[in-house]
């Protein structure tokens, strides 16, 4: 198991997530000996894990079940420990694509956060990129180490423990992308133009208030950055659902009275449910759903 | 030093893939000798181009030809001193401009630059000077955006083609939005390494993106309908050629056999020719448009390959030699096709591949519950559609079937913004919707007990109670 490589077995050491249905899953490190409490009973990994296929069902001791998965920076995203607020799923597809990266990209980040989109980056830029992480709060810094490390990429990332509004991100020409999210990312346009590689590269700030934005893009063209954009995705979740809806009821037609005699019986016995209402399969939206987490802004910067 | 060296793969070649851009607006092209490429309603010539950096803006002068140009001048040149406080005064009565059409065609024939002209038009116009200092701007930003007559030359990526088939041509992707596709990708989990599956109609746009994120590492299958695999989205990313080795192909004509166990793709002794034919016979019958052309002079060599110690002259046994060299090549080509056949039903018969990606016009359930069975368990798929009511059948039949869970249904709200000092908005224009996602991941099959407990997921119940205090 690895965060950029698939494995089939679930071997001793590994971080598997397990998905207790409902979208529900919560990650666990497999341990010879150890066992995981859940709500449908214990898991213990010498029998139940270590050895079994990824994607297995296993039985717990109250005799409920769950799948167990193999890690993937979504399922990271959706199951890992909160130490500060964190970017979700479909801002990292977008700040993926917008800041181009791919296997070989050299990447610059802060802060690192609990790590939700430092996994994601590790994932794509591997196996030939690097990830330069920059955390100003320690314990963070050291947590996410520590993580790095149990899922096996902490080959591709440098984790830096300072302020990168001060200290920049402790590179200079290396970077094809930067990642900002700090609370004044305005301070930090001139360390990511100079951690960026001489011939250009993608810039990205994530902030959650419009102040910010304000700030960071003149920053931004203040320091000779082109073609600044600033989007905001959202994700919507459409649930299907059974709805049965009734029918209305006009009362006998008497200008269809001609209508077949089995017609008119069949009403009046087995058919008349069916008469009254429609099921109908559709989806629903959430009565309530995150409508902002923050402006994405974007900036290419060119050859120096 | 080490920077001219470093430069070399950032210049423009000759047959790179490009892409030329003029504010929001993009196109793809290669690079060819003395070729002419139509952009924004103008005829451009490339050769000029080669040899310069990535990124570079050109002027297009008169002829097509383009000269790189030469500074990037301060944006406000053009610099305005009176400006008026709100729009009270300016009454439209088309008569603010002075400068007719004409005027403007005859200056643009005398070779003016942009800004000197957008100088003329404001000179002209009685109402600029009591326009506000906001609207001034506007003005002239817009006045630049009609009269440019630039264009900038880029290094294709995923994220620009994305954009330009989304903003050109969106009929040819089935409307698939840029942050739909990066939503694909990131959902897929690609990554260097894995093995895909990809069905993509959308030009081949998906199946480059894929490709892309993966760096020529692993294996991408693109399974395709009909006569061949649609790849002009993925021939625009200019991938160099060790790219195309992890490419495999393979027609959904047979994946029933395959997964029956009966697709005989095994290598016959070349000597064997009736077999041979049997083989191509059969290829024939499942590529009618692309191949049947070419299958009639193919008989027509065998009758005179059989009927060989009739002729004799010299004219006759050079004719035969040549359709004889054309039969061999046609052997060959043929035999090149069962091998890609091969490989790539080795690669699926393991039913191990790491993730699948459907983007078609096609009705995506018969497609989906057909290709899961080619994903190892634990692996994530994705399946977009223009409509939902097609994913509500693919997620109604998965949750009877079993073996997958985390099923969603989903789409992105994509909204961009102006942010100017004091005038930050959202753009008054945003896209109505980017398509539907089917995501879920694939877990072992459970045989013992079909259905028993997804089924009991769905809240049923509740039409129950609807009846009961119906009656």
Same mark, same amino acid.
């Given at each position: 198991?690895?965060?950029?490589?698939?494995?089939?077995?679930?071997?001793?050491?590994?971080?598997?997530?397990?998905?207790?249905?409902? #979208?529900?899953?919560?990650?666990?490190?497999?341990?010879?000996?150890?066992?995981?409490?859940?709500?449908?009973?214990?898991?213990?990994h010498?029998?139940?894990?270590?050895?079994?296929?990824y994607?297995?069902?296993?039985?717990?001791?109250?005799?409920?079940?769950?799948?167990?998965?193999?890690?993937?920076p979504?399922?990271?995203? =959706?199951?890992?420990?909160?130490?500060?607020?964190?970017?979700?799923?479909p801002?990292?597809?977008?700040?993926?694509?917008?800041?181009?990266?791919?296997?070989?990209?050299? =990447?610059?980040?802060?802060?690192?956060?609990?790590?939700?989109?430092?996994?994601?980056?590790?994932?794509?830029?591997?196996?030939?990129?690097?990830?330069?992480?920059?955390?100003?709060h320690q314990?963070?810094?050291?947590?996410?180490?520590?993580?790095f490390?149990?899922?096996? =990429?902490?080959?591709?990332?440098?984790?830096? #423990?300072?302020?990168?509004?001060?200290?920049?991100?402790?590179?200079?020409?290396?970077?094809?992308?930067?990642?900002?999210?700090?609370?004044?990312?305005?301070?930090?346009?001139?360390?990511?133009?100079?951690?960026?590689?001489?011939?250009?590269?993608?810039?990205?700030?994530?902030?959650?208030?419009?102040?910010?934005?304000?700030?960071?893009?003149?920053?931004?063209?203040?320091?000779?950055?082109?073609?600044?954009?600033t989007?905001?995705?959202?994700?919507?979740?459409? #649930?299907?659902r059974?709805?049965?809806?009734?029918?209305?009821?006009?009362?006998?037609?008497?200008?269809?009275?001609?209508?077949s005699?089995?017609?008119?019986?069949?009403?009046?016995?087995?058919?008349?449910? #069916?008469?009254?209402?429609?099921?109908?399969?559709?989806?629903?939206?959430?009565?309530?759903?995150?409508?902002?987490?923050?402006?994405?802004?974007?900036?290419?910067?060119?050859?120096? | 030093?080490?920077?001219?060296? $470093?430069?070399?793969?950032?210049?423009?070649?000759?047959? $790179?893939?490009?892409?030329?851009?003029?504010?929001?607006?993009?196109?793809?092209?290669?690079?060819?000798?003395?070729?002419?490429v139509?952009?924004?309603?103008q005829? +451009?010539?490339?050769?000029?181009?080669?040899?310069?950096?990535?990124?570079?803006?050109?002027?297009?002068?008169?002829?097509?030809?383009?000269?790189?140009?030469?500074?990037?001048?301060?944006?406000?040149?053009?610099?305005? @001193?009176?400006?008026?406080?709100?729009?009270?005064?300016?009454?439209? $009565?088309?008569?603010?401009?002075?400068?007719?059409?004409?005027?403007?065609?005859?200056?643009k024939?005398?070779?003016?630059?942009?800004?000197?002209?957008?100088?003329?038009?404001?000179?002209?116009?009685?109402?600029?000077?009591n326009?506000?200092?906001?609207?001034q701007?506007?003005?002239?930003?817009?006045?630049?955006?009609?009269?440019?007559n630039?264009?900038?030359?880029?290094?294709?990526?995923?994220?620009?083609?994305?954009?330009?088939?989304?903003?050109?041509?969106?009929?040819? +992707?089935?409307?698939?939005?840029?942050?739909?596709?990066?939503?694909?990708?990131?959902?897929?989990n690609i990554? %260097?390494?894995?093995?895909?599956l990809?069905?993509?109609?959308?030009?081949?746009?998906?199946?480059?993106?894929?490709?892309?994120?993966?760096?020529?590492y692993?294996?991408?299958?693109?399974?395709?309908?009909?006569?061949?695999?649609?790849?002009?989205g993925?021939?625009?990313f200019?991938?160099?050629?060790?790219?195309?080795?992890?490419?495999?192909?393979?027609?959904?004509?047979?994946?029933?056999?395959?997964?029956?166990?009966?697709?005989?793709?095994? *290598?016959?002794?070349?000597?064997?020719?009736? @077999?041979?034919?049997?083989?191509? %016979?059969?290829?024939?019958?499942?590529?009618p448009?692309?191949?049947?052309?070419?299958?009639?002079?193919?008989?027509?060599?065998?009758? +005179?390959?059989?009927?060989?110690?009739?002729?004799?002259? !010299?004219?006759?046994?050079?004719?035969?030699?040549?359709?004889?060299?054309?039969?061999?090549?046609?052997?060959?080509?043929?035999?090149?096709?069962?091998?890609?056949?091969? %490989?790539?039903?080795?690669?699926?018969?393991?039913?191990? *591949?790491?993730?699948?990606?459907?983007?078609?016009?096609?009705?995506?359930?018969?497609?989906?519950?057909?290709?899961?069975?080619?994903l190892?368990?634990?692996?994530?798929?994705?399946?977009?559609?223009q409509y939902?009511?097609?994913?509500?059948?693919?997620?109604?039949?998965?949750?009877?079937?079993?073996?997958?869970?985390?099923?969603?249904?989903?789409?992105?709200?994509?909204?961009?913004?102006?942010?100017?000092?004091?005038?930050?908005?959202?753009?008054?224009?945003?896209?109505?919707?980017?398509?539907?996602?089917?995501?879920?991941?694939?877990?072992?099959?459970?045989r013992? @007990? !079909?259905?028993?407990?997804?089924?009991?997921?769905?809240? *049923?119940?509740?039409?129950?109670?609807?009846?009961?205090?119906e009656?």
């Amino acid at each position: 198991m690895s965060f950029v490589e698939y494995s089939d077995l679930i071997k001793d050491g590994d971080v598997a997530i397990v998905h207790l249905g409902h #979208n529900s899953v919560t990650p666990v490190k497999v341990q010879h000996g150890a066992q995981t409490q859940t709500r449908y009973g214990a898991i213990r990994h010498s029998s139940d894990l270590i050895g079994q296929r990824y994607g297995s069902k296993v039985t717990c001791s109250k005799g409920g079940w769950v799948h167990v998965l193999h890690p993937t920076p979504e399922l990271w995203t =959706v199951s890992l420990p909160h130490r500060t607020q964190i970017l979700y799923t479909p801002d990292i597809a977008m700040v993926t694509m917008m800041l181009e990266l791919k296997p070989g990209s050299v =990447v610059c980040e802060s802060g690192t956060g609990s790590g939700s989109l430092s996994h994601a980056i590790l994932r794509t830029i591997a196996p030939t990129g690097h990830l330069h992480t920059v955390e100003f709060h320690q314990q963070r810094a050291e947590k996410v180490v520590e993580e790095f490390k149990e899922h096996r =990429v902490d080959h591709l990332v440098t984790v830096r #423990n300072q302020d990168v509004c001060k200290d920049g991100f402790g590179v200079t020409g290396v970077a094809d992308a930067v990642f900002l999210d700090i609370p004044s990312p305005w301070e930090a346009v001139g360390h990511a133009k100079a951690a960026m590689k001489k011939h250009g590269g993608r810039l990205c700030s994530f902030s959650p208030c419009i102040e910010q934005v304000q700030r960071t893009c003149e920053a931004l063209t203040e320091q000779g950055f082109e073609e600044i954009r600033t989007l905001e995705v959202l994700l919507r979740v459409h #649930n299907v659902r059974d709805v049965t809806l009734q029918l209305p009821d006009f009362g006998p037609d008497p200008s269809s009275s001609q209508a077949s005699p089995e017609a008119m019986e069949g009403a009046s016995t087995t058919a008349s449910p #069916n008469q009254t209402s429609v099921r109908i399969k559709t989806t629903t939206l959430l009565r309530e759903m995150p409508g902002h987490t923050g402006y994405l802004t974007f900036a290419t910067k060119p050859r120096t | 030093m080490a920077h001219s060296e $470093d430069d070399h793969e950032y210049r423009i070649k000759e047959g $790179d893939h490009i892409v030329l851009k003029r504010g929001d607006v993009y196109k793809a092209v290669q690079i060819q000798r003395k070729k002419k490429v139509i952009f924004e309603k103008q005829w +451009i010539l490339l050769d000029n181009v080669v040899g310069h950096l990535y990124s570079t803006t050109f002027e297009i002068s008169s002829g097509g030809s383009l000269q790189p140009k030469e500074d990037k001048e301060t944006q406000s040149s053009t610099d305005v @001193k009176v400006t008026g406080t709100d729009n009270r005064h300016i009454v439209d $009565d088309g008569k603010s401009q002075k400068l007719t059409r004409d005027d403007i065609e005859t200056m643009k024939e005398q070779g003016l630059t942009d800004k000197e002209i957008i100088k003329q038009l404001i000179d002209n116009s009685s109402t600029f000077s009591n326009k506000t200092g906001y609207a001034q701007d506007k003005y002239i930003k817009k006045k630049k955006k009609k009269y440019e007559n630039t264009v900038t030359v880029l290094k294709p990526t995923c994220r620009i083609i994305a954009m330009m088939y989304h903003g050109r041509e969106p009929g040819k +992707i089935c409307h698939l939005r840029y942050d739909t596709l990066a939503q694909m990708l990131t959902l897929a989990n690609i990554h %260097a390494g894995s093995k895909v599956l990809v069905f993509d109609t959308c030009a081949g746009l998906v199946l480059g993106a894929i490709m892309e994120r993966m760096g020529g590492y692993g294996s991408v299958i693109q399974m395709y309908p009909g006569g061949g695999p649609v790849r002009a989205g993925m021939e625009c990313f200019g991938f160099p050629a060790h790219f195309h080795d992890m490419l495999h192909e393979f027609p959904i004509c047979h994946v029933n056999a395959l997964l029956a166990g009966k697709l005989d793709t095994s *290598a016959k002794d070349p000597t064997e020719g009736e @077999k041979q034919v049997k083989v191509a %016979a059969e290829e024939e019958q499942n590529q009618p448009e692309a191949e049947q052309q070419e299958g009639i002079p193919q008989e027509e060599n065998m009758e +005179i390959n059989t009927g060989d110690d009739v002729g004799q002259d !010299p004219e006759k046994l050079e004719k035969e030699k040549r359709q004889e060299a054309k039969a061999q090549e046609r052997k060959e080509k043929l035999e090149e096709k069962r091998r890609k056949l091969a %490989a790539a039903a080795a690669l699926l018969e393991g039913r191990n *591949a790491d993730g699948l990606v459907i983007a078609s016009q096609f009705h995506p359930s018969s497609l989906l519950l057909g290709l899961l069975k080619f994903l190892a368990p634990s692996r994530p798929f994705v399946v977009y559609s223009q409509y939902k009511e097609t994913l509500i059948e693919c997620y109604t039949k998965l949750k009877e079937q079993g073996g997958t869970v985390n099923l969603m249904i989903t789409d992105t709200w994509l909204r961009h913004y102006q942010v100017l000092p004091d005038r930050t908005h959202p753009l008054l224009l945003m896209s109505g919707g980017g398509g539907y996602l089917l995501s879920g991941t694939t877990v072992a099959f459970d045989r013992s @007990k !079909p259905a028993a407990s997804p089924l009991a997921e769905e809240p *049923a119940p509740k039409r129950q109670k609807v009846k009961d205090s119906e009656s």
